[in-house]
């Protein structure tokens, strides 16, 4: 990321008028007249885009890339340049200078046992680098939108340092990032050095956000790529320090954001977020097998929404059903993480940015997510004996 103070207005004619001084690939023509540069987005000085080039030559023309950041960056009135490369191959061609060697079906999406299988011997070139200070990254998913699943992150997220743990939270939920709100964060991350950002500070947790960078009314229309080059760079391009736990706020699905940071990132885990009824758990299986195909642990379940106590009668109804994410948990074998309630102090103090866990940090709410932050633990723990304990050994007499 790239940050720069200046004035003027800005324009998308003005943006490719300065990025027509950019070679093409070879240093054939420019990026503009070549048809490269597409989906400007401008917003309060903030520039992004997007510059096809060949997939097979994606590495190779990252200078490229560069050059284009640079120039749009030096713009005036420009405080922040993103630029993406979008690789694309045309369908039914292979590249004459590097064709991808041939691969199985199986190679492509390896299942959990092949995975480790290949993880046992020594693999340096595929290891995923992990993310200085940071001890373990767990991605908090759901099959779908709607589930609660950033408010379960941010108190998630609380919980874990109400256990004692130096805690982060990184809202990866590019399309509607809710982290801002949830931690009543206002303000712009500030440069550190260089392309290095600080992240900002909630209630204690240190916290990057998209919703930092644009405002909450702007739509994010981006592409696949696009979307990817933001999570990577906020996610390896802030000084987060000292961390026990990266929490990360997942899109809802199971697209390219997802199965990048689940085969980029050395992700200790994944909290699966549902509601009880059906369609949901759905949706949440997808997420969940997707996961395991990468071969990241999946940590428990989460059903929110469970049910619902009336504050005048006292008595309990399950207007999604209930039981229903225990139960696939218990089918999918995966550990079930806890009930959270369908409750208006949850909702009225997650809009106001006032979560449950820092306002009521004994009531009733607080402890149902510390509990689930105590299994995440556990689960991260037993997982890492697991890798960690040595295989035993045969003797034959």
Not at 93 to 101: E, K
Not at 192 to 212: A, D, H, N, Q
């Amino acid at each position: 990321m790239f940050w720069k103070k200046g004035s003027g207005m800005l324009s998308k004619e003005a943006v490719l008028k300065e990025l027509s001084k950019v070679k093409g690939p070879d240093l054939q023509g420019d990026i503009v007249s070549l048809g490269l540069v597409s989906d400007i987005f401008i917003s309060e000085g903030r520039v992004a885009f997007s510059v096809t080039v060949p997939a097979e030559r994606a590495t190779e023309l990252e200078p490229l890339r560069q050059a284009a950041e640079k120039i749009v960056s030096g713009m005036p009135g420009v405080e922040k340049a993103m630029v993406a490369l979008t690789a694309e191959r045309k369908a039914g061609t292979q590249s004459p200078v590097r064709p991808a060697p041939a691969r199985s079906d199986a190679d492509r999406v390896p299942p959990p046992m092949q995975a480790r299988a290949r993880a046992a011997g020594p693999q340096p070139s595929t290891q995923k680098p992990g993310v200085p200070g940071v001890k373990a990254i767990i991605a908090v998913a759901s099959g779908k939108g709607g589930v609660g699943k950033s408010t379960t992150t941010c108190n998630l997220a609380l919980a874990l340092q109400a256990n004692g743990l130096k805690v982060g939270v990184l809202d990866a939920d590019i399309y509607g990032p809710s982290v801002p709100r949830l931690f009543h964060v206002t303000g712009r991350p500030e440069p550190v050095s260089g392309r290095i950002l600080k992240p900002l500070e909630g209630y204690g947790v240190k916290v990057m956000s998209m919703g930092f960078l644009v405002e909450e009314e702007t739509p994010m229309i981006w592409r696949g790529p696009m979307v990817i080059s933001a999570i990577t760079q906020m996610l390896r391009e802030v000084a987060w320090g000292e961390l026990d736990v990266l929490v990360v706020d997942m899109p809802p699905g199971t697209g390219d954001a997802q199965l990048t940071m689940a085969q980029n990132v050395p992700l200790a885990g994944a909290v699966i977020v549902s509601t009880p009824q059906d369609l949901a758990l759905i949706d949440a299986r997808k997420g969940l097998n997707m996961f395991r195909r990468v071969d990241v642990p999946v940590l428990g379940i989460v059903e929110n929404m469970s049910y619902f106590l009336c504050p005048d009668c006292g008595g309990r109804h399950d207007i999604f059903g209930h039981g229903g994410a225990r139960k696939e948990a218990e089918k999918l074998g995966v550990p079930f993480l806890g009930e959270v309630p369908l409750d208006m102090a949850i909702r009225e103090k997650s809009d106001a940015g006032t979560p449950v866990v820092v306002t009521d940090p004994d009531g009733p709410h607080a402890t149902i997510y510390k509990e689930i932050a105590r299994k995440v633990v556990a689960e991260i723990e037993r997982n890492n004996a697991d890798a960690h304990r040595a295989p035993p050994k045969i003797v034959i007499e």
